[in-house]
């Protein structure tokens, strides 16, 4: 992936250029205060790091700073930021709308912490991708607070500023400070005849509010049980671990994605009896080169890993997830697995949902595990969980070769750059993957894993868990663990 070069070169014309993604002839505007304002947003944390963030941001400032908004579409986007190939399906493929919506989410929090003092604003509207821009002064000598101006600035720029790449003109400042203000009046304040004098209240009515708030809280006490506040203050040894995991998998400083299963490209590979690897499903060949010669309904086929198909496990999971009380939603990134980037594992945290067969950006991690998917579709080999160091007692590999019992993987290791953390959470089939996530969301299932990988400072060490389960028609029932591994392999 290209990336965003620390010292741009000069070219014909004096102007220096940017490298981002497949789009060289992205301008750095030097002397542009919208350009200098998309830096320092694409420099500070809100971005959390993300190098296709930045690459978007500085693309379509750049185009509409040079008056090509013409290039400022879904499709152009997609080619030359995202790499996609030219004539892409965007119907199909909707990595622009969902970086876009990221990038808007993070512009806004830019915005309300590090960006708060910047007097002049960026936001990129709904319904496109052309960014707009408007001002915000500070009046120092007035106490009225803000005065915001809200029209856009979209000063005209002529073929010579162009050239030049001079936007920070005398006229170009005389325009800002032309801009109108609106002050807005300070909100009357109501104060009514009883607040300056609270002790007669309490005194009139003290006791009963007393009363009544004492036969609220038995009530909710005897109905409901103990409050969720009290819980969260006063956590079990088992809620108290569970959280340790958690707080680890989410936190504010970067994202955490959640990647579920590609059922489309599950349902591909077992009509055509070929395994998809990784290299193949990033480049999206798998879809393209795969010949099935004699075969008429070859092309339903291989259009079935275009399709955006998931599992209610999966879903359910992911739903149960959003709930949790260590969750940062500003940070939750659901993302399709055709749609994730290397990127992301670089900079983020993830927790991927499936096997191998359903998820192959698990092939990145498998190596450095003890326990590892073995998925052989169209082989007289049985698929499995390959146990690659097995201990007095233990099997090599744990098949589903018996249609009642089943197996599922839950690991947790560091991400590609071990800046972050990765939680795999699946299984041999649905029923596989529902075990794992039952164990998973069990805190009492899963107290004697963490307390044991629990670390002295608080953090946790790599762990894997294989748990096995009855297979009841498709879905699983009470989770066992089977083998347990702590720290790297």
Known sequence: MQTLEPSPKIVAGGLPRV???GATDVVAHADDPRWQLARRIAASGSLGRSRLLTDFLL?????????????????????????????????????????????????????????????LRLEIPRGGYAPSFSTIRLDTESSTGNLIDPHPMSPPISEADKASDDSSTPEFEAHLQSLPTIVEAPTPILILPWYKEPGVVLRKYGAVLALCIGIILGLGGAVLGPLPFLKRVFPSASESASISLWSQIFSSDRDTFIVPSDDGLIIMQRLTARPVPLSSYVNGSYRTNIKMDGDSGAPEILKLGGRRYTSVVDLAFVAHMAQLDEVVPGRMVIRYARDLRMDDLRTGNAVLIGSTEANPWIELFQAHMDFRFSINPGSDKPSGILNSHPQVGENALYSASDQDHTYGLIAYV??????????????????????????????SLMMPTLQRAKMAHGGLQPFEVLVGAANVATNASAPQLILERIGPS
């Open 19 to 21: 490298k981002v993604a």
């Open 414 to 443: 560091p991400n590609l750059t071990s800046t972050g953390h990765v939680l795999i959470v699946g299984g041999l089939n649905t029923a596989g993957t529902e075990a794992a996530t039952t164990f998973l969301l069990t805190p």
């Open 59 to 119: 693309y379509i400032v750049d185009r509409h700073i040079r008056d090509r908004t013409d290039e400022i579409t879904e499709q152009q986007i997609g080619i030359l930021v995202f790499g996609r190939a030219e004539g892409y399906d965007a119907n199909d493929d909707n990595i622009v709308r969902s970086y876009a919506r990221n990038l808007r989410k993070r512009i806004d929090e830019y915005f309300a912490a590090e960006g708060k003092e910047e007097s």
